[in-house]
């Protein structure tokens, strides 16, 4: 498979990438309390940190499973080379487009659990700065055997260049019931990171940020705003539990301009939205809530 960049779909063997459909990985993790203590203090919650048997806030189940590769089997940019459980895509810019999620059951610290990862599609699209290819992985957090989680992850790899955001500015979907401004720093996005053992540069080297992959700064972590979102609801709605939660990423956001997390409520129907500091649609999501005495 060619391994250049910069050219046109026929230079991307699609027929070879999609031969990993259906490729699994099983990875077993506890529910464990002290990435529920990083992540409480980085995103500055008052709450106590759940105990023992406590339930785990959503979606931070992104805090485990985490895979450790050696150092020495990381690209460039700190993500690990392709083509193991994920196919090899010749395309050197990876990122988590979105994600659409099923809480089944609640988790609990001291969980043990086990989730399933499936490679669930390969697509091809020419986008307006190149070519893009989607891969879409299924996972799924099975405790005692039963599924409590499934989520269908959205990953999107791109040429090198393309940084810029789309031309046409996105507006608010809606009209906001509920407003909070934050200002991510590089301190929020390396707390992150570190949480989620996530070591790709473009979040914490700024050098290579913006002189290698042409962003105008660091860019703050796609989970990381979704999480913020749902951490949106969760302070306006205390106790309110979310049945599914769905997210995509419209645009970059990068650290040292504001942020603007809103959303508002009809129903059970939440919809959930950050702003950039243009005011520009940079996340869309959307969670449906448990009925009242469900």
Known sequence: MPDSVGQGPAAIDLAGLREWIGRQETRSDVISPAPLRGLSATLDNAGPVPDPGGRLREPWHWLYFLPAPAASSLDVDGHPRRGDFLPPVPLPRRMWAGSSIRFLSPLHVGDEVQRVSTIGDVSLKQGSNGVLVFVSVQHVIFREGRPVLEEDQQLVYRERGGASPPARALPA??????????????????????????????????????????????????????????????????????????????????????????????????????????????????????????
Do not use: C, K
């Open 173 to 294: 979907p809606a009209q906001a019931q509920w407003s909070r401004e934050i200002l991510p720093d590089p301190v929020l996005l390396f707390r992150y990171s570190a949480l989620t053992f996530n070591s790709h540069r473009i979040h914490y080297d700024r050098d290579y940020a913006v002189q290698q992959e042409g962003y105008a700064g660091l860019v703050v972590q796609g989970p990381l705003t979704a999480t913020l979102l749902l951490d949106l609801l969760q302070r306006e709605l205390p106790g309110a539990q979310p049945v599914t939660f769905r997210f995509r990423g419209v645009r970059p956001l990068l650290d040292g301009a504001p942020v603007q997390l809103q959303g508002r409520r009809d129903g059970n129907a939440v919809r959930l939205w950050a702003l950039d500091a243009s005011g520009a649609l940079a996340m869309d999501a959307q969670a449906e809530l448990a009925a009242a005495g469900a």
